[in-house]
């Protein structure tokens, strides 16, 4: 392969070089079995050495990854290559940090765990209202920006984990380097990842983005979205149709792909050499794609809010929400979280089926009928959960 993976010419702000647009994750290296942590080395070094030999610079990995193999791995793997052929992140797992000698003692760790001097990229992980806490202990902060003022980290930011409101107020607490989150077509507005991009946008921050095929989902899809890809271009993997969507956004530096397979590296590589954003016609395309599978799979709700407010309080638009999101990730314990994290009086379970919502419904959607359904559907996952 005589081109390689796409790299943005024009410098980011506080980033001195870019590295390849598209980034390798260390989350889901190929495992020896499928329920247990321990990596295939010999197959995944192949897959990295691929990488690499396409042009990939940019290697994310964590503490807790492969539950904290995933580190020495990389370290031994890339030690091979000369320390200016790549970048490499790592994270600071704040849900571990109670004191400042924690945070000390950690970065020592995984500078030894990954044999290098310095990290390029590194991330305090998963922010959200209650990880941030972690990083007000007096003199943890002061630590990470002392590290990167000894040049043992050249970036410092942050991977995100809530909702846009906590971002705004995160991302002006530190002047950070850089901000890492979830996004992709899906998530564009199901998550509201619009808002944070655009928040990191107006801050003047570049943006990394983690799940753009969203844990694979945006690979599978369903029958009427693969038709819709393939009749525009029968040559593109489903998944490379994602991955161009995150990479087109023009303030993404870096695209992560958590790959797991020999076959996704050849494909991401495909998709990323000599790499051109998505024009209207094929943005249009996802469009309609995006469309089939949330009809096929999702309530069609788009928290108007014309069926509010609900006579008996049931917060409809939210409960829409929450099943959905069931709906597409089929994480039954957040479900039951999220469903009694909203207010009991809220609750789908207070619906009267009185049907006051339903001449308000833009989508004709049977509110009560599906509230009945949200209602049985969480006694039913809470009850499995239980008896476990």
């Excluded at 590194?122 to 209650?130: F, K, R």
């Excluded at 998505?278 to 309609?288: D, K, W």
């Excluded at 009694?340 to 207070?350: F, I, L, P, Q």
């Amino acid at each position: 392969m005589t081109s390689k993976v796409f790299a943005k010419e024009t410098p980011f702000q506080g980033i001195e070089q870019n590295p390849s647009l598209l980034g390798f994750g260390c989350m889901r290296f190929p495992t020896l079995s499928p329920d247990k942590p321990d990596i295939d080395e010999v197959l995944a070094e192949k897959m990295i050495d691929e990488a690499m030999a396409g042009g990939v610079t940019y290697f994310d990995t964590a503490y807790i990854y492969h539950r904290g193999m995933s580190e020495t791995f990389i370290g031994k793997v890339l030690k091979k290559y000369p320390r200016d052929a790549f970048f490499l992140a790592t994270k600071m797992p704040g849900w571990l940090v109670k004191s400042l000698e924690d945070v000390q003692r950690i970065f020592a760790e995984q500078l030894r765990k990954c044999q290098v001097d310095y990290f390029d990229y590194y991330l305090c992980h998963a922010l959200g209202t209650e990880n941030y806490q972690a990083y007000k202990i007096p003199g943890v902060m002061d630590f990470l920006w002392e590290m990167k003022a000894q040049g043992k980290i050249r970036h410092l930011g942050f991977s995100f984990h809530d909702a846009p409101e906590v971002l705004d107020e995160i991302i002006v607490d530190q002047p950070w380097d850089f901000v890492q989150i979830q996004m992709n077509y899906l998530d564009w507005k199901f998550q509201n990842a619009q808002k944070q991009y655009q928040t990191i946008e107006k801050a003047g921050i570049p943006c990394i983005v983690m799940e753009p095929v969203r844990g694979g989902l945006l690979a599978t899809l369903c029958e009427e979205s693969r038709d819709i890809f393939l009749h525009a271009d029968p040559h593109a993997s489903i998944a490379s149709w994602a991955i161009r969507y995150a990479a087109s956004k023009p303030n993404v530096i870096v695209v992560l792909s958590g790959m797991s397979t020999e076959a996704q590296v050849l494909d991401n590589l495909r998709t990323m050499t000599d790499f051109h954003p998505l024009s209207p016609a094929e943005q249009r395309v996802i469009e309609r794609a995006l469309q089939a599978f949330l009809a096929k799979t999702a309530i069609p709700c788009t928290a108007c809010r014309y069926c509010m407010p609900c006579p008996h309080g049931v917060d409809i638009p939210q409960m829409f929400r929450v099943v959905n999101s069931y709906y597409l990730s089929k994480w039954k314990r957040s479900f039951v979280e999220e469903m009694e994290e909203t207010e009991a009086g809220k609750r789908s379970d207070h619906c009267v089926a009185c049907g006051e919502c339903l001449s308000h419904c833009p989508q004709k959607i049977a509110i009560p009928d599906r509230m009945k359904e949200i209602t049985a559907l969480y006694r039913q996952i809470k009850t499995e959960l239980e008896t476990k």
